[in-house]
């Protein structure tokens, strides 16, 4: 599967954005799908991921109450919501995918195998 990301950005602390990550390539529901995000010198850490059918879904701590992800069947796109946007939230942000079974794993990065080329997500105080 190919993964392309799109719709970072620069904002101001408060406001939102919407990211995307169009899938291509083998059937859509066969992946699970995840957020990570990377700051400079920090290691890449899941944001958010949701399950095949879309019926799971996992959000790191400090995001939930804030980012919502969404998949779109029809589309083959991922989505991921963010709302009331904090300075601490910039990073490059990176979709995944990955065919394996669902496991307490889906949260690290580790365990998925495709990535999308990132995009950056810059908030302002």
């Known amino acids: 599967v190919q993964l392309q990301a799109s719709g970072g950005g620069l904002v101001q602390a408060g406001d939102s954005l919407r990211l995307s990550c169009a899938a291509s390539?083998?059937?859509?529901?066969?992946?699970?799908m995840g957020w990570f995000r990377q700051a400079p010198g920090k290691e890449r850490d899941i944001v958010a991921a949701i399950s095949r059918s879309g019926g799971r879904a996992y959000y790191a701590d400090s995001v939930k109450g804030r980012f919502t992800i969404s998949r779109d069947i029809a589309k083959n796109t991922v989505y991921l919501q963010m709302n009331s946007l904090k300075p601490e939230d910039t990073a490059v942000y990176y979709c995944a995918a990955t065919e394996r079974p669902y496991s307490s794993g889906w949260s690290q990065a580790t365990w998925y195998d495709y990535w999308g080329q990132g995009t950056q997500v810059t908030v302002s105080s």
């Open positions: 390539g083998r059937t859509f529901t066969s992946y699970h």
